[in-house]
Protein backbone atom coordinates (compact mmCIF):
# COMPACT_ATOMS: atom_id res chain seq x y z
CA UNK A 1 0.00 0.00 0.00
CA UNK A 2 1.30 3.30 -0.55
CA UNK A 3 0.09 5.82 2.17
CA UNK A 4 0.38 9.92 1.64
CA UNK A 5 -0.11 11.73 4.73
CA UNK A 6 -1.20 15.38 3.33
CA UNK A 7 -2.95 18.85 4.74
CA UNK A 8 -6.86 18.60 3.55
CA UNK A 9 -8.12 20.79 1.05
CA UNK A 10 -11.40 22.31 0.03
CA UNK A 11 -11.32 19.99 -2.37
CA UNK A 12 -11.64 17.18 -0.51
CA UNK A 13 -14.33 18.41 1.62
CA UNK A 14 -17.09 15.83 -0.06
CA UNK A 15 -14.97 13.03 1.26
CA UNK A 16 -14.07 14.03 4.97
CA UNK A 17 -17.97 14.40 5.32
CA UNK A 18 -18.55 10.58 3.71
CA UNK A 19 -15.62 9.64 6.47
CA UNK A 20 -17.18 11.73 9.03
CA UNK A 21 -20.62 9.86 8.72
CA UNK A 22 -18.76 7.12 8.38
CA UNK A 23 -17.80 7.43 12.48
CA UNK A 24 -21.26 9.11 13.24
CA UNK A 25 -22.55 5.81 12.16
CA UNK A 26 -19.95 3.30 14.28
CA UNK A 27 -20.77 5.86 17.23
CA UNK A 28 -24.85 4.82 16.55
CA UNK A 29 -25.26 9.23 16.41
CA UNK A 30 -25.58 9.79 12.41
CA UNK A 31 -28.74 11.16 13.48
CA UNK A 32 -26.81 14.07 15.02
CA UNK A 33 -24.52 15.18 12.43
CA UNK A 34 -25.61 18.68 10.99
CA UNK A 35 -22.24 19.97 9.64
CA UNK A 36 -22.73 20.71 5.79
CA UNK A 37 -20.08 21.08 2.65
CA UNK A 38 -20.68 24.95 3.31
CA UNK A 39 -19.42 24.66 6.92
CA UNK A 40 -16.71 22.87 6.31
CA UNK A 41 -15.71 25.16 3.33
CA UNK A 42 -16.15 28.40 6.02
CA UNK A 43 -14.89 26.89 8.63
CA UNK A 44 -11.57 24.79 7.30
CA UNK A 45 -10.71 27.19 4.54
CA UNK A 46 -12.34 30.26 4.74
CA UNK A 47 -10.96 34.06 6.16
CA UNK A 48 -10.39 32.84 9.12
CA UNK A 49 -10.57 28.89 9.69
CA UNK A 50 -10.79 27.51 12.61
CA UNK A 51 -9.85 23.84 12.07
CA UNK A 52 -6.88 22.00 10.15
CA UNK A 53 -7.37 18.64 9.17
CA UNK A 54 -4.60 15.82 7.92
CA UNK A 55 -5.90 13.21 5.41
CA UNK A 56 -4.97 10.28 4.37
CA UNK A 57 -4.39 8.74 0.80
CA UNK A 58 -4.00 4.84 0.48
CA UNK A 59 -2.93 4.25 -3.06
CA UNK A 60 -4.71 7.77 -4.08
CA UNK A 61 -7.99 7.18 -2.61
CA UNK A 62 -8.78 8.77 0.71
CA UNK A 63 -8.45 6.41 3.50
CA UNK A 64 -8.30 8.80 6.86
CA UNK A 65 -8.90 12.08 8.22
CA UNK A 66 -7.52 13.62 11.59
CA UNK A 67 -9.22 16.88 12.33
CA UNK A 68 -7.46 18.88 14.82
CA UNK A 69 -7.54 22.64 16.37
CA UNK A 70 -5.87 25.04 18.62
CA UNK A 71 -6.93 25.76 22.08
CA UNK A 72 -5.53 27.41 24.93
CA UNK A 73 -5.58 26.13 28.68
CA UNK A 74 -4.99 28.57 31.49
CA UNK A 75 -2.88 26.21 32.98
CA UNK A 76 -0.87 24.77 29.96
CA UNK A 77 -1.23 27.81 27.11
CA UNK A 78 -1.10 26.82 23.64
CA UNK A 79 -2.34 23.07 23.22
CA UNK A 80 -3.89 21.23 20.09
CA UNK A 81 -7.28 19.94 20.14
CA UNK A 82 -7.73 16.29 18.37
CA UNK A 83 -11.34 16.27 17.67
CA UNK A 84 -11.51 13.23 15.73
CA UNK A 85 -9.06 10.34 13.34
CA UNK A 86 -10.92 8.20 11.30
CA UNK A 87 -9.83 5.79 9.32
CA UNK A 88 -12.30 3.57 6.55
CA UNK A 89 -13.39 0.49 7.73
CA UNK A 90 -11.76 -1.27 5.00
CA UNK A 91 -8.89 0.70 5.94
CA UNK A 92 -8.57 0.05 9.28
CA UNK A 93 -5.05 -2.09 10.99
CA UNK A 94 -2.93 -0.73 8.26
CA UNK A 95 -1.07 1.97 10.32
CA UNK A 96 -3.11 4.82 8.56
CA UNK A 97 -4.57 5.78 12.01
CA UNK A 98 -0.71 5.65 13.73
CA UNK A 99 0.51 7.50 10.84
CA UNK A 100 -2.17 10.60 10.88
CA UNK A 101 -1.73 10.56 14.85
CA UNK A 102 2.07 10.73 14.46
CA UNK A 103 0.85 13.73 11.95
CA UNK A 104 -1.00 16.02 14.42
CA UNK A 105 1.90 14.84 17.08
CA UNK A 106 4.59 16.34 14.97
CA UNK A 107 2.00 19.65 14.05
CA UNK A 108 2.23 19.81 18.35
CA UNK A 109 5.99 20.05 18.16
CA UNK A 110 6.21 22.04 15.13
CA UNK A 111 3.42 24.82 16.49
CA UNK A 112 5.51 24.91 19.59
CA UNK A 113 2.49 23.96 21.39
CA UNK A 114 2.49 22.17 25.02
CA UNK A 115 0.85 19.34 24.37
CA UNK A 116 -2.76 17.90 22.84
CA UNK A 117 -5.59 16.49 24.07
CA UNK A 118 -8.68 14.95 22.80
CA UNK A 119 -11.58 12.53 24.04
CA UNK A 120 -12.84 8.72 23.41
CA UNK A 121 -15.93 7.12 24.22
CA UNK A 122 -15.68 4.98 26.96
CA UNK A 123 -17.01 1.88 25.24
CA UNK A 124 -14.53 1.78 22.23
CA UNK A 125 -11.96 -0.73 23.61
CA UNK A 126 -10.07 -0.33 19.81
CA UNK A 127 -9.58 3.20 20.28
CA UNK A 128 -9.17 3.05 23.62
CA UNK A 129 -6.38 0.68 22.95
CA UNK A 130 -4.91 2.60 20.33
CA UNK A 131 -4.06 5.19 22.79
CA UNK A 132 -2.60 3.21 24.79
CA UNK A 133 0.47 2.63 22.70
CA UNK A 134 1.39 5.77 23.05
CA UNK A 135 1.28 6.06 26.89
CA UNK A 136 -1.60 8.00 26.87
CA UNK A 137 -3.30 9.51 30.01
CA UNK A 138 -6.79 9.03 30.85
CA UNK A 139 -8.32 11.56 32.88
CA UNK A 140 -11.52 9.81 34.29
CA UNK A 141 -12.63 12.97 36.55
CA UNK A 142 -13.06 15.31 34.12
CA UNK A 143 -16.84 15.81 33.04
CA UNK A 144 -17.76 16.68 29.57
CA UNK A 145 -20.49 19.54 29.19
CA UNK A 146 -21.61 21.14 25.86
CA UNK A 147 -24.89 23.58 25.09
CA UNK A 148 -26.03 23.68 21.36
CA UNK A 149 -27.06 26.91 19.54
CA UNK A 150 -30.72 26.24 19.72
CA UNK A 151 -30.33 25.64 23.94
CA UNK A 152 -28.11 28.91 23.97
CA UNK A 153 -31.22 30.76 22.07
CA UNK A 154 -33.89 29.14 24.34
CA UNK A 155 -31.31 30.34 27.07
CA UNK A 156 -30.85 33.56 26.44
CA UNK A 157 -34.55 34.29 25.15
CA UNK A 158 -35.98 33.42 28.49
CA UNK A 159 -33.15 35.54 30.24
CA UNK A 160 -35.18 38.85 28.64
CA UNK A 161 -37.67 38.49 30.32
Known sequence: MNLVIRKGTKEDIPELLKLIRELARYEKAEHEVSNTPEMMLKDGFGDSPVFGSYVAEADGVIAGLAVYYYRYST?????????????????????????????????VLREQ?????????????????????????????????????????????????
Open 75 to 107: WKGKRIYLEDIIVTESHRGKGIGKSLFEEVMAT
Open 113 to 161: CTGMMWQVLDWNEPAINFYKRFNTRFDGEWINCHLDSGDIIKLMNSADN
